[in-house]
């Protein structure tokens, strides 16, 4: 079968040569994960690491010399907003390096590369260009998707049993029970709840909670102020009459869901074709048992979004397409002693085993990784009483002070951390993370220092490696 294989690729060879010249192949790689989980340090390096060759040794096109050159071009949709790459870079790059501003909405980016792809035997063909357009979004608005399948009386049911003993959301449930919800509609009335309940869903965030949805109430945007973000969960007297705050907050619900929801769906999401999902693994971690959990649920929510079949509406957009490769990679991977890493690896392979085993990939490649786009840190053992600790190195942020922590240790059984013991969860990371705050490092670590990031290119490897070839 070894010569089965061989023509099998032959003839592939021989597709791309006859189709390539004439038709430049463009890939579609979606980035996202929650707030602050590094997407906008991800996009940034990425780019960076593709235009300035020579440290992403474990993409394969990069290391045989495939790729020849790698430029910015302008993207082809014209009304989405474009990734500030060079702003970013600028933050990053400066004498005091800082790192850039977050996601707050999504936006593109088109790097083009000259490929010259080796084929069969050698053979050289002509030099290809491969469009890498690059979109950015907030993974908040994937937990959107929960939204399209319910009513805002059942919607409101379920966000308030499931906050109803939250310390956070106490102002805001102390208005809603003030409120008469079939009451005639009052705009003041309306707004001092919808504020009510995006300053509950922001200190939910900070609290750990991941469950934040209408993602737009994090992240408004320019929608900020608008009647389809000015709602909030009522509870129902029987039926509320026309004109009543809570048939007026309905409509705006599902003016929420078809004007917010929908369009993006549609015009960003059903487009993809590669995808990498970012997770700060490691904050959640840091916080504790409740947040870890959370952030199971999270993902298995944003898992969902990537399913066939999972809603109908969405299933039709796709149209048989559908997304080839799914990435989740743990993010921040520099503030632990590469010694970790797997454990980190295991956590991330638990986390989606236990997604998808709802959700039915069949089709999409899924892999899960620990990087880190930015490497800030080198890392240093330490003998600490006696003990050797396993630390890491970086400059911080605040004074600028070099210095070597030890973050804590990470389960080597992802299980204690998923299923925590009932009789009192354990802690992880609970040694110096709190206060591992570094700087991005300038990109250029000095030699024997290794690469400005870790597995960044087997990342990309993974995510569009098979297309530069
Ligand atoms: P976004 O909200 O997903 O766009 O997140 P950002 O890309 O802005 O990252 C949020 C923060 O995480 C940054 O400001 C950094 O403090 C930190 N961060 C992101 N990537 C890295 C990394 O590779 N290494 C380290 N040490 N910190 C990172």
Redesign the pocket.
Known sequence: SDIADGLIRSVETVTDTVTAPFQPASIRLGVT?L????????ITSLVANLMNRGRMPQLVAAAHGNIQTAYLQPQPDDTVPRFEYESHLGALTSPLPT?????RTVSQLRLSLKVQSRGLMGAVTGPQTVHLDIVDYPGEWLLDLALLDKSYADWSDDVLARITNRDVAADFLQLETQTDASAKLDEPTAQALAQAFTRYLKAARVAGFYDCTPGRFLLPGELEGSPALTFAPLSQSDSPPRKSLWREMERRYEAYKSRIVKPFFRDHFAKIDRQVV?V?ALGAIHKGPQAVEDMRLAMADILGAFRPGRNAWLTSLFRGKRVERILFAA??A??LHHRQHPRLTAIMQALIRDASDRANFAGAKTAAMSI??????VEETVDHKGNVLDCVRGTLLDGGKQAAFYPGELPEDPAHLLAPARDGADAWLDADYQIM??APAPLTLKPGEGPP?IRLDKAAEFLIGDRLR
């Open positions: 994960g707030s602050r989980a590094g997407k906008t340090v991800f790192w850039p501003d977050s996601t970012l700060d993010t921040k520099d503030h880190a786009a930015l490497r800030a840190t705050n570094f990031h």
